[in-house]
């Protein structure tokens, strides 16, 4: 028995060793041995407490990994987010190598988790109607559950998800009495800002009820609900015409298949006229989130390759104005957020239970992981309509003061004068 | 006999108001009628001297029209550059719309222009091999055949070429050392400038032999030839290891099946460590250039789709960290050339004859209403290796004055210390 016991640890150590690849690693079996890539000093230790979370990493890595961390049954000695940036580093893309166990489950999630009208519902559902009270603990005071903009490394998180809210207004260059539809308003944030700084009139849709509740009632603290209108109905129910298209955080809930859709949706909603701004996760190539990430946290979700995400402009002409990639600044935001979530960690132990707090630290951390390793991008994509008016001459308006700005706008008519 | 040639009329003229769509021109054959779609004021008329011009213009309108504008067998009379802008408005981009005759002779010449070695060797020798002494009529003093950048409207055109060489080599925050290699060089003026004014050592390849002839040439006056070496071969064999990869104005010569080609080729140069830049005409869908204009200009020329240009970085893991479409300033750009074309058309025919002055006219004047109306866009595409390191924090350095840019590269390094 003590043979065939070595015998399949043997077999075990070497699968480990080829999923880990060159991750310096150290990786602990309680009461049994130790793994590690030769000659390379760990940046942490993970301790494995029995031979079944030992067998179940090997089969399915992904949600193994993140199950027995959630459970406690894997501990991670060391630092965690040096850890897992060293895992992102060292894991392949490419589903090819993944297991066949992940490749075959990875499908049926795709097909349990679809994007219907009533399977959105269930998705959204999950993750953002964990409760404000959650959310309150650890996002900035205005609730913005997206990437933040830092003008420098050093702004802290309330500045950045306001500069945020203004660099994709002046990206888009609002101006007061236009119309704005916002895809995917999370707790009304932008929406607000937008109605409030820039004078446009907005409508905005979300399916998450805790959200719209939230948002709603704060349009009414501020005065506001006369021109901002919070709609509790998914974005495929978008109707009315408008001047620009605003969708931050909201694509990562659309499946690729669905894109052809959404863009016909966008079209239904500004025409050939219009102008709109996607800020979304992507990649720089097509692969699947996490399946732990969609099995625990976030069902149906998806991160587009960049080239993925254009076959939503394409099909109905609309010209890609300017992409900008804010990989570093998720990395960032998400620095904020573990920060304060570590510091809550009691309460929302708590309101849940220290599995919940586990769960959350591991899938924060992570993400941040992905973002610094590249293994995430961040792309805001700035399109308009085949018909649409020119939006700037150059980006540097969007860099000035906004004392300059104004400047920039007559010269701005000035030029289009000048081109016409 | 009458009888027949009316009902001939009647049918050309049925074909054409199909072929023109809602555009405002009035089209009049010589000794015959005319046709003009009803209720809207024409922009221009355009003369047909005879019905072997209008019975070629139903067949092909692309390349007949071309043919027939450059021979004089049609005239335009009003403003041509309205007229053009006119019918690309009306004209649609789907190739579904063009005659069986023009899709046929499309797929042929695709065959017939292949960028092969040789065939691109011949397509390029057929441009730019026109003589140094034709462009230099047109072209801004630092010879460059390339959209440029005009920080305000206003500025000349020598000064947006030159602001044009330092946006791309700002966006690639070029340090003094590094080595760049660029694909595809024209005569030679933005490796020269990298070197000069970034102190990069730069290896630049072309296959026109008298542009390399020019570029060695001012390498040697300026005493850079120790910096820039000017290679007269093809990027598919650019050889070395080098920091950055840099190409203007060439991928409209790569054809779109060689694309992953392309992306092997920019691997082999500057691996996952590297950065580049690839600054091309692109659209917003898939289309083919203007066959009057690959037939009789521009050999093998090919303007991607975005989405379809992304396919270059895909497969090597590049992130795409930045993308601006500046079509408005090839429009710009082109308004410039044609300007200083008009002016030197009788050097242009005393150096050809009158018909090669119509045909580029019609060229310059095409392609910058194809700018304007958007039918074309230009796309500038930053991208970088999976283990590059970051090159900025935010764009404002990009359009902050050279004096704070180097307060913003200690800032950089800053939040890059802040970051490890």
Known sequence: MLIFSRLIDAWLEEKILKAIGRA???????NGGSV????????????????????????DPEVGFGDAYADGRIQVEGDLEKFLEAVYESWPNAPAARSWYARLTSKSMDLWQANTLSGSRRNIHRHYDLGNDFYKLWLDAQMLYTCAYFPTPSATLEEAQTAKMDHVCRKLRLQPGETVVEAGCGWGALSLHMAREYGVSVKAYNISHEQILFARERARQEGLNGQVEFIEDDYRNISGKFDVFMSVGMLEHVRADRYAEFGEIIHRSIGDTGRGLLHFIGR???ASFSRWIRKRIFPGANAPALRRALEIFEPRNYAVLDIENLRLHYAKTLEHWLDRFEHSQQQVAAMYDARFVRAWRLYLAGSMAAFRTGSLQLFQVVFAGSRSEPLWWTRASLYAEPEIEIEK???????????S
Do not use: F, G, Y
């Open 409 to 419: 706008i007559d010269e701005k008519k000035r030029w289009m004068h000048a081109m």
């Open 36 to 59: 590690a890539v030769p000659n390379v000093a760990p940046v942490a230790t993970v301790i494995i407490r029995d031979r079944r979370t030992l067998a179940e990493l090997c089969i």
């Open 24 to 30: 310096p690693i150290r990786i602990v079996l309680e």
């Open 284 to 286: 720089s190539q097509e």
